[in-house]
């Protein structure tokens, strides 16, 4: 008794000091905005409110402190109550709530349900994640559920990327019962393990049965047949190239199609000729080139001579594996392909690094780039980017068949710094002042991991200085309503080398329905003083012209030589890098980048 006592006592405590603690903080926010208000009448136009009263700025600071621990004792809170939800209970082994769950999947309430299904997910997924092994009577419910149309789409997307075990099985039967209004669903779901050949024979009768003036959304194994071909085993590709190529011998494209075509576009939907076409040329069967020479002939037929060289080029990337070296490189030589067609051929001729480092083969390379007229940053960077294993010798010779000076000139100074090695990156930093110590293959891999890019490894400039810590790069559009400018700039602080430090942050803002727009202000506490930005509301996009402002503030406030450096990326993510005006110019130009002007440097 004295125990639960004590607990009620304790409680109501707890209760009353909460309350408190919300009530200061809401008459603490009144006062914040008071500051506001008489530093907003006294900034003179200033785009940047700067508060210098001690007694103020400690306040603030202090009101921010307090907002923060709001804001942790939150977050602390959702998070013990989504621990102690049935769902994640059972996650972490604890069998008493099987009852409890199955009884809220029985009760078929959907928002219930799809709680459980919220408890109950990996939010790690990636394509090694181990199944979710679900007790029988648990499993059996959740597969009852997925033939309801209340909760088919939902629970099938859920038991299939929880990859749940037993999931394959019962999606071939599903799908093989003709009763789900998910096949596309159930078929990807298959694919993606790619073993089951009954999936795939019920995809060719349902396709027979199909009519020729079908809708769109009958064709529901587009994205699910080029899965299989990807993950399925050598019977099953088989299968799918072998009906592929009789549809297409059976089903071959006319005149019809192709002004179809040329008149509509896009617009004139999902055309399963070519749709065959394409995948078996895309596929890695022995019977791709003789099935080329097939389509060519077939097609030619309605076609000018130049119109059939244009296709036979477009072709040319998918075959290029099954030839030989002497025949790749005959074919190489005598393609002409079009603007569009040229970096297809490209990537695949990078892939054979024999034939990429053939001197004839790259002098007609750079000489079908240069006639192509690729005028885009992007286009000549991943041009280089695929000549990255042509040998120096061979580059300067080849390079010397682009008629055009300034292009020539463009493409040899990007192939020296694609060229370059970890060593070399580390040594131009550490030489030019802007690192101390030399970054490792493994920072890098760290690095790239942390970002779910592992598999972009690479030991470009870009990778260094993002490892080094002294580089900032992100996408603009955050994709959280409204974009935390406070996160953002502890970031920067945090990539200042430690020559920025103690600085708080808090952002606020309020919602009105009527304009349906937030009033944002960001607070940044640094050196004793209080600078104030009311970002525009860009919805999920940081307003990087305002941020900018207060950024430079900052760091004329730090009174250090080195600055926050825009350089222009060209699309819509932002990249700094954190150094000294003059040493990140240098680096700039010695490897091609641009500092964008509309920002500056800070100096």
């Not at 694919?191 to 809708?215: R, W």
């Not at 592929?244 to 071959?252: D, H, L, Q, S, V």
């Not at 309605?302 to 099954?322: I, Q, Y």
Request: glycine share 6%.
């Amino acid at each position: 008794m004295e125990n639960k006592f004590y607990n009620f006592i304790l409680a109501g405590c707890l209760m009353l000091c909460a309350n408190s603690f919300a009530q200061d903080l809401a008459k603490d926010s009144i006062k914040v905005q008071k500051i506001i208000n008489e530093s907003a009448n006294r900034k003179n136009g200033q785009e940047i409110l700067t508060v210098v009263d001690k007694e103020k700025v400690a306040f603030i600071s202090g009101y921010i402190d307090a907002k923060k621990l709001e804001q942790q004792k939150r977050s602390e809170q959702i998070k013990q109550t989504f621990e102690s939800t049935p769902g994640q209970r059972y996650r972490k082994g604890d069998k008493t709530v099987i009852p409890q769950i199955i009884s809220i999947l029985k009760s078929r309430d959907r928002d219930k349900v799809l709680e459980v299904m919220y408890q109950l997910n990996d939010y790690n997924f990636t394509n090694d994640t181990q199944p979710l092994y679900l007790d029988p009577e648990i499993k059996a419910e959740f597969f009852k559920l997925a033939t309801e149309d209340t909760f088919e789409k939902r629970v099938i997307r859920f038991l299939g990327t929880n990859k749940v075990d037993g999931h394959i099985a019962f999606f071939e039967q599903y799908l093989l019962s003709g009763k789900s209004a998910e096949n596309e669903l159930l078929f990807f779901w298959l694919a993606q393990d790619g073993k089951s050949e009954k999936a795939v024979d019920y995809f060719i009768t349902s396709f027979a049965k199909m009519p020729l003036n079908a809708d769109e959304n009958s064709y529901w194994f587009s994205d699910g047949l080029g899965d299989f071909l990807k993950n399925g085993s050598g019977p099953v590709k088989k299968k799918i190239i072998d009906f592929a190529i009789a549809y297409t011998e059976k089903n071959p494209v006319t005149m019809a199609d192709l002004i179809k075509q040329e008149k509509e576009g896009d617009a004139s939907g999902f055309d399963p000729k070519t749709y065959f076409i394409q995948l078996v040329l895309a596929s890695d069967d022995t019977r791709v080139p003789a099935f080329a020479d097939k389509v060519e002939a077939v097609l030619g037929k309605f076609m000018l001579p130049n119109d059939r060289k244009e296709l036979h080029d477009a072709m040319l990337p998918n075959l290029l594996r099954f030839y030989d070296f002497a025949k790749k490189k005959e074919a190489v030589l005598h393609s002409e392909p079009v603007k569009d067609d040229f970096m297809d051929l490209m990537d695949a001729v990078a892939k054979d690094k024999a034939l990429l480092n053939d001197k004839e083969v790259a002098q007609h390379l750079m000489r079908l780039f240069e006639k192509s007229g690729f005028t885009e940053k992007y286009d000549k960077e991943l041009f280089v980017t695929a000549l990255k294993d042509m040998n120096k010798p061979v580059f300067e010779s080849a390079v010397t068949g682009i008629r055009s000076a300034e292009l020539r000139k463009l493409i040899s100074e990007a192939y020296i710094i694609e060229s370059k090695t970890l060593a070399d990156n580390n040594s131009y930093l550490i030489r030019n002042g802007l690192i101390v110590t030399p970054v490792t293959q493994e920072q890098i891999k760290d690095r790239y991991k942390e970002d779910g890019i592992a598999d972009l490894y690479d030991d470009s400039m870009y990778s260094v200085l993002q490892s080094a810590g002294i580089s900032q790069s992100f996408d603009v559009e955050v994709g959280e309503y409204p974009a935390g400018h406070d996160e953002l700039l502890l970031q920067f602080v945090k990539g200042s080398r430690g020559k920025i430090t103690g600085l708080k942050a808090l952002q606020q803002s309020s919602y009105d329905e009527n304009s349906e727009t937030s009033a944002i202000t960001l607070f940044a506490v640094y050196n004793n003083k209080c600078f104030i930005i009311m970002p525009e509301d860009l919805g999920d996009w940081y307003d990087m012209v305002t941020f900018d402002k207060l950024l430079k503030a900052i760091v004329a406030e730090a009174r250090i030589k080195e600055h926050f450096v825009p350089l222009n990326t060209g699309d819509q993510t932002a990249w700094y890098i954190f150094g000294e005006g003059e040493k990140v110019r240098k680096l700039a130009n010695d490897y091609k980048l641009e500092v964008t002007e509309s920002t500056g440097d800070g100096e």
